[in-house]
């Protein structure tokens, strides 16, 4: 319960950005194991890795049956494989003690497309893990309202989306504002967690990290669903870390008829 919160900079709309020692610990666990296991793979991660903090972690490769009955292994070269890890999404709620939108997430990007998505909530150790064209232990909901949807969107920055989208859908669309990437993707699927929220549509409007989001669109991508910058081109995990072009993501709906429902929200990306 000692967070040791501190301030690690500034977000472009000028938040501060929070580092504690449960993203310093996590991020440490997570990267020395992926490393351990696949040395010449590439892994990018939100915090810096200190390499005079280095922590043995060692994986058996034995994978739990009930994972291993579900998947379709393939092999892919090393070199067209990109790891992207967030060790504690959602860590501004996770100072505010609000736990239930605090996610880790593990995504494995091939050729710059995302391929595998893990999201776990640690304190409920509910995960969510899918692999594209190769099994999942998720599914998506058995329907959506695509006339006023229910639009999650992140905390800071509700009040944008709701004035756009009720413009186009009606005073009856639902607003639902929310910490954390991978809670919010989360929302969009049948999840067995009773701390999660329901919603149709998920949208951000500002730059955000690939981390944040590559698991999740990984997930979506399994599932059939969709997961595109607000003018509806597919986001690359290779290169930069960060997406300038916001995210709008559903699942079974019509991703491209949201998109031209919304063509003002790509204007307010950029403000």
């Known amino acids: 319960n000692v967070l040791n919160a501190k301030a690690k900079g500034k977000t472009r709309e000028g938040a501060e950005e929070q580092l504690t020692s449960g993203d310093l610990l996590s991020n440490r666990r997570m990267f020395y194991l992926l490393k351990g296991a696949f040395p010449a793979v590439q892994i990018n991660s939100e915090e810096r ?16 049956e009930d994972i291993k009955q579900k ?50 909530k640690p304190f409920s150790a509910y995960t969510a893990w899918a692999m594209v064209d190769g099994g999942s232990n998720v599914k998506a909901r058995s329907s959506y309202n695509e006339k006023t949807p229910r639009i999650i969107v ?17 005073n009856k669309t639902v607003i639902i504002p929310a910490g954390g990437a991978g809670y919010k993707v989360l929302a969009l699927l049948d999840v067995a ?44 995990y290779t290169g930069s870390d ?30």
């Open 49 to 64: 890795v200190d390499t005079a903090d280095q922590e043995t972690v060692s994986w058996d490769r034995s994978i739990p």
């Open 71 to 120: 998947i379709q292994p393939k092999e892919v070269p090393a070199e067209s494989v990109t790891v992207w890890i967030d060790p504690l999404d959602a860590t501004q709620e996770y100072t505010e003690d609000l736990r239930q939108y605090v996610t880790t997430m593990v995504c494995v990007a091939v050729n710059g497309k995302p391929v595998i998505g893990v999201i776990h």
């Open 154 to 170: 992140s905390r800071s920055h509700a009040g944008k989306v709701e004035q756009v989208a009720r413009q186009t859908f009606g």
């Open 193 to 236: 967690e009773k701390n999660q929220e329901e919603a149709d549509v998920y949208i951000h409007v500002t730059y955000i990290k690939k981390w944040d989001i590559c698991a999740g669109n990984a997930v979506l991508r399994a599932l059939g669903g969709h997961m595109t910058t607000l003018t509806g081109e597919e986001i690359s």
């Open 242 to 271: 960060g997406n300038e072009g916001g995210l709008i993501a559903s699942i079974n709906m019509n991703h491209k008829a949201l998109i031209e429902k919304l063509p003002d929200l790509e204007k307010t990306s950029h403000k």
